[in-house]
């Protein structure tokens, strides 16, 4: 059974940055590809930005794309989300996601189905 903890969430001004984390045990990390997603109140989950197996490819939604990195340690089983110049609007819950197969295909990467496993979310407010 995959296991995946979400950390790094808090409150920040408009314009400031968080990193948030996602720990995984429960199988061999490296050859997944991981998620993040978001929900804010009242709205569907949406994809944030993917990671391949080995970090070499990524996919960005595009209102985050220039403001947030994703990457990832597969030494530490962990998955990394840095946030820049966050806006009241990427407030949500951020959750991450361990895709169910080991393949990496950009259309899939941003539906919710691909992913098998997640973690239990962590708050991100920014005021502005």
């Known amino acids: 059974q995959v296991q995946l903890v979400e950390s790094g969430g808090g409150l920040v001004q408009a314009g400031g940055s968080l990193r948030l984390s996602c720990a995984a045990s429960?199988?061999?990390?490296?050859?997944?590809?991981m998620g993040w997603f978001r929900q804010a109140p009242g709205k569907e989950r949406e994809f944030v930005v993917a990671?391949?197996?080995?970090?070499?490819?990524?996919y960005y939604v595009n209102s985050v794309r220039g403001r947030f990195t994703i990457s990832r340690d597969n030494a530490k089983n962990t998955v990394y989300l840095q946030m820049n110049s966050l806006k009241p609007e990427d407030t949500a819950v951020y959750y991450c996601?361990?895709?169910?197969?080991?393949?990496?295909?950009?259309?899939?990467?941003?539906?919710?189905?691909?992913?098998?496993?997640w973690g239990q979310g962590t708050q991100v407010t920014v005021s502005s």
């Open positions: 429960g199988r061999t990390f490296s050859n997944y590809p």
């Open positions: 996601a361990a895709d169910r197969t080991a393949r990496w295909n950009y259309e899939r990467q941003r539906q919710r189905s691909e992913y098998e496993y």
């Open positions: 990671i391949s197996g080995s970090g070499g490819n990524t």
